[in-house]
């Protein structure tokens, strides 16, 4: 006689896992449609195809997060010595709101602490009250303003510039 167990039990570990396994990877240029996808829904002023190429050029560590063959969210950071610079981060926006910025952000974290880096940076919007939480949550503090460092719908938008000591 076979025993049927209830649904929720049927696993033989009992850790069937919640969600899809994400992982992450190096952006390859096969990304770049997908993620020219995501810039361009996901930013007013989205980057070209053209600046995120160069940014694999030069060796910034450009990093997908890829869940079921779908890339959801990208991060691109470059290092100088002992400083880092956060020069992009986004996430599908149809996947907002899922803490997938916040697994990206620690991952950048992670990347910039294995290669000895001391102080990390980013500019972000004052008018991105989002991304400007996520940053506070993980510990960076605002350290200056740049003036009308952004395009803006009208005339320039200004840079908060933060940063977090590792
Ligand atoms: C900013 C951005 C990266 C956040 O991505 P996300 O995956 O939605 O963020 P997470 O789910 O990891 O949540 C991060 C924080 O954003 C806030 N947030 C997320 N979804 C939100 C929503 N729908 N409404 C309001 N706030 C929200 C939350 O406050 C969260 O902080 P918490 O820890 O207090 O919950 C995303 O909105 C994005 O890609 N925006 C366009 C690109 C961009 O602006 N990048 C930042 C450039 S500096």
Avoid at 30 to 57: H, N
Avoid at 96 to 117: C, K, P, S, T, W
Avoid at 137 to 160: H, I, Q, S, T
């Amino acid at each position: 006689m076979s025993i049927v167990l209830p649904k929720s039990h049927s696993h033989p570990r009992g850790d069937i896992p919640k969600e899809p396994p994400a992982h992450f990877r190096a952006m390859a240029n096969f990304d770049l449609k997908q993620i020219m996808e995501i810039e361009t829904s996901a930013y007013v002023f989205p980057w070209t195809e053209g600046i995120l190429r160069d940014c694999m050029r030069v060796g910034y560590r450009c990093r997908v997060l890829e869940i079921e063959g779908q890339v959801e969210a990208y991060g691109i950071l470059s290092i100088t010595l002992d400083e880092a610079h956060i020069l992009n981060l986004c996430v599908k926006p149809a996947s907002h709101g899922q803490g997938l910025a916040h697994r990206m952000l620690d991952h950048l974290l992670d990347l910039a602490r294995i290669n000895a880096v001391k102080t990390i940076f980013l500019e972000v919007r004052p008018s991105n009250p989002r991304a400007m939480r996520l940053y506070q949550r993980a510990g960076f503090a605002e350290v200056g303003l740049r003036k009308d460092y952004y395009p803006a719908k009208v005339g320039r938008e200004d840079a908060l510039v933060m940063a977090k000591e590792l």
